[in-house]
């Protein structure tokens, strides 16, 4: 985290502090205090005018965050450096922000130890706003502050906070955290002193860098005797003191990568040696016991590591690991939230789909049904115009014979030839009339069979495509598979009965082509029939012509009556009387 971030934490508390109505403006006469005061503790020099030129516009009335963001940015921290005292700087918003917000009822805590957590909570907290700390991170300050009172972390007590705090999106604010830990919720059995001095401990620790500290005896540069001084050990340097209350420096040990940490043995009388060596001088070091000697050397190699890598204090260097695990964690979480939604939305997709083609199914069904009985209507329709038919045909026969009874009368005197012509003409009508019911029957057949083709192009193409859908089908995933099991036996189903369906259509249309074949060998009889009494008719002498449907024209009546001859046998019978003529004449 850069200075810029960690400033503008404490910078908020102050900002809200001032907002007093939670509106998010403050008066312009509070920001130009609160400007002066951040330019005062960061040594920066303060430009009053600046911000009445940022705020010229505005001259009475609250002032927008957004509007005194811009000029926190240029005005001050843009300029900041560090070259002051972050404790101070943390005091100061401290002040005005705890004057606010913070209930001092049954604290176990004094006003220092409420700073502390607060500086605490601004390092461990999110980088949104407003600041929360996250459940991790109060696990991991409840830890630290529990080993270093010296107690035993009880994970039962802080899983019914996680509980309580899975209510509140798993985060706290600094003024929920504050009362948490001011009223020994986790430290039941210790005394103020000792969870004060755990505050302490943890506070140098996260906030002061301290890595390690402790009484040590020291050999001096000069004068070569030993004394007692208290050490304390930041990522770049060992400061030490004349006592732990920090007040008398009097000396730094500055730590770079070709620094060194070394045991040494016993001498002069002391145990536990080490030497910290630099590039300028060596520093002899006496611990009170070896544990102590190898904590502080390892301690002391492990700053030198990290400068020579360039990495920060373990403490930061952890809480930047966590941060970014919780970081991939959530891009992980959102990630399989996304392919949650997409496969809901394709299981969604399929389940349209199904549906779809179900109605397709039915309509396919409805359609089908709606052309049987069209076809069965069709069919009705044609035998009831055959009936017409053959009705207006009897009518017009029964005309015709009415009409040859009448011509029977006037031609008595031919009544013999007309007997013999009657049976002939009787036994032509017949071959004519079985012609006629053969071609009949033919265009019958020939219909049936067109039909029975039709239907069965209809049904070839719907068992391809069941067939098609049955492909698609199994060429789609297992789970796919065993959701449409029940669709896919349906189908089969449909298909059997479709393929039943088609082999009697084929029997159907095998029995109408050979009732077709059997119609035109008997149109095949008839005709031959036709032509041999047409031949018979045509050979016997004085034939009358065949009953034929007149011309259109009108018609020419003779003495044998209208329509007795053709005109052909007219224009013949016209010409030999006019030959006769002219020989008579001749003669």
């Known amino acids: ?57 505005d001259d009475e009335g609250p002032v927008s ?77 409840l830890r630290k502050l529990t080993e270093a009172m010296g107690g035993s972390w009880v994970e039962e007590r802080f899983e019914d906070l996680k509980m309580e705090l899975s209510a509140k999106q798993q985060c706290l604010s600094c003024w929920a955290l504050i009362p948490l830990v001011g009223t020994g919720t ?25 890595l390690k500290q402790g009484y040590m005896m020291k050999k001096g540069h000069k004068r070569k005797n030993w004394t007692e001084r208290w050490f304390v050990l930041l990522p770049n340097s060992i400061s030490y003191y004349v006592s732990e209350d920090l007040t008398e420096k009097k000396g730094d040990i500055m730590l770079d990568g070709n620094c060194c ?54 403490h930061r260097e952890s809480r930047q690991k966590r941060r970014e695990l919780r970081e991939k964690q959530k891009a992980e979480q959102d990630e399989l939230e996304l392919r949650m939604r997409e496969l809901q939305t394709a299981n969604e997709s399929k389940q349209q789909e199904l549906e779809d083609m179900r109605k397709k199914l039915d309509e396919a069904a409805a359609n089908a049904a709606e052309e049987e009985r069209r076809r069965l209507q069709t069919q009705t329709e044609l035998q009831d115009r055959y009936k017409m038919d053959l009705e207006k045909e009897k009518m017009v026969r029964q005309e015709m014979e009415m009409q040859v009874a009448q011509k029977s009368c006037e031609l008595e005197q031919y009544l013999q030839r007309v007997r013999e012509l009657e049976d002939m003409y009787h036994r032509l009508e017949d071959a004519l009339e079985d012609e006629k019911s053969a071609r009949q029957d033919e265009e019958t057949v020939r219909r049936l069979q067109a039909r029975l083709l039709e239907e069965e192009a209809v049904k070839r193409a719907e068992l391809e495509q069941i067939h098609l859908h049955q492909q698609r089908a199994i060429s789609e ?79 020419k009546i003779t003495n044998w009556g209208p329509a007795a001859f053709t005109e052909a046998e007219l224009t013949l019978r016209e010409k030999d009387w006019q030959d006769k003529k002219n020989r008579a004449a001749q003669t």
């Open 186 to 210: 986790f430290s039941k059995g210790m005394d103020r002193q000792s969870l004060s001095m755990g505050i302490t401990e943890v506070f140098h620790e996260l906030i002061l860098d301290v």
């Open 261 to 314: 940490v070394e045991s040494l043995p016993d001498k002069e009388g002391k145990k536990c040696l080490l030497v910290v060596k630099c590039l300028d001088r060596s520093y002899e070091i006496s611990a009170s016991d070896k544990k102590r000697k190898q904590e502080w050397v390892q301690a002391i190699q492990t700053c030198i590591s990290l400068l020579n890598l360039g990495r920060p204090a373990p």
């Open 477 to 555: 995933t297992e789970a796919e598979k065993q959701e449409l099991q029940k669709e896919r036996s349906a189908k089969e189903s449909a298909l059997q009965a479709a393929m039943l369906q088609l082999e009697q259509l084929e029997s159907e249309r095998k029995g109408a082509l050979e009732q077709y074949e059997a119609v035109m060998q008997k149109l095949a009889d008839a005709a031959n029939n036709t032509r041999t009494w047409k031949h018979k008719v045509a050979q016997h002498e004085g034939l009358v012509r065949l009953i034929q449907p007149g011309s259109k024209g009108p018609q």
């Open 65 to 141: 965050t957004q509007g005194y963001m811009p000029y926190l940015n240029k005005f001050i921290l843009d300029k900041v450096q560090d070259n002051f005292d972050r404790q101070d700087f943390n005091r100061m918003c401290w002040t005005l922000c705890a004057r606010k917000n913070l209930n001092r009822t049954n604290f176990l805590i004094s006003d220092e130890d409420a700073f502390r957590i607060w500086c605490i909570f601004n390092f461990l907290s999110e980088d949104t706003y407003p600041l929360t700390i996250v459940a991790e991170e109060i696990e991991y300050f």
């Open 1 to 57: 985290m850069s200075l810029r971030d960690e400033l503008l934490k404490s910078i908020w508390h102050a900002f809200t502090a001032l907002d007093v109505d939670k509106s998010g403006k403050v008066s312009k006469s509070q920001l130009k205090v609160l400007s002066h005061n951040l330019c005062t503790v960061m040594r920066i020099p303060h430009d009053p005018v600046a911000l009445e030129e940022h705020f010229k516009d």
